[in-house]
């Protein structure tokens, strides 16, 4: 069964760089068939896509996000990561990662999510 | 990129049937089939409820079904149970310059 993990420190300063990484188990991240990304939620609003990286290095990012993020797979560990520079108050979120269906865009398995809170 | 239009709120009885409508643009509900609606319970993850419109996963119940009209697209609860009280999002694949995927505003439906 495909699970995914979300890791990372839940308090960050404000001007401090983000670092996530997101663990696959139950399946491979080179399937040609999925993207692997990441979903945001402030608290009490709405989700906001940040960006997808296929398992080649390829990414596809939120242009609101401008050139804040990094994504990046790791095949050989399984994982995949997001890095967001200079967080603010505003980028305080539930952060999700999940499977993106390539073929009919739409994510198709979540992970938990991981609570980031920026003072 | 401006998210997509939901009521903020939906309430119905237990076995009713609601829906819940998702508007976009020709750049996004009205231009491909790729909406999608999740479920989402207070401290959970989203929950894919169905995708490319009207297709539902495997475990997904049948009292819940999609269809799309021009820029809105609509998620119909049939047969409301109270475990459907949540938050439900609809997303869609997008052309308009970028993000890829842009999300419903959220709708609360309540069982009253």
């Not at chain 1, 994510?107 to 991981?114: A, E, I, P, S």
Request: glycine content about 10%.
């Amino acid at each position: 069964q495909l699970q995914l993990q979300a890791s990372g420190p839940g308090l960050l300063k404000s001007s401090e760089t983000l670092s996530l990484t997101c663990s696959v188990s139950g399946a491979s991240i080179t399937s040609s068939s999925y993207y692997w990304g990441w979903i945001r939620q402030p608290p009490g609003k709405a989700l906001e896509w940040i960006g997808t990286v296929y398992h080649t290095g390829d990414t596809f990012q939120n242009p609101s996000l401008n050139s804040r993020v990094t994504l990046a797979a790791d095949t050989s560990k399984s994982q995949f990561s997001l890095r967001l520079t200079s967080v603010t108050a505003a980028d305080t979120a539930v952060y999700y990662c999940a499977r993106f269906v390539g073929f009919d865009y739409y994510m198709d398995v979540w992970g938990k999510g991981t609570t980031v809170i920026v003072s | 990129q401006s998210a997509l239009t939901q009521p903020a709120s939906v309430s119905g009885s237990p076995g009713q049937s609601i829906t819940i409508s998702c508007t976009g643009t020709t750049s996004d509900v009205g231009g491909y089939n790729f909406v999608s609606w999740y479920q989402q319970h207070p401290g959970k993850a989203p929950k894919l409820l169905i995708y490319a419109v009207s297709d539902r996963p495997s475990g997904v119940s049948d009292r819940f079904s999609g269809s799309k009209s021009a820029n809105t697209a609509s998620l119909t609860i049939s047969g409301l149970q109270p475990e459907d009280e949540a938050e439900y999002y609809c997303t869609a694949y997008t052309t308009s310059r970028t993000p890829l995927y842009v999300f419903g505003t959220g709708t609360k439906v309540t069982v009253l």
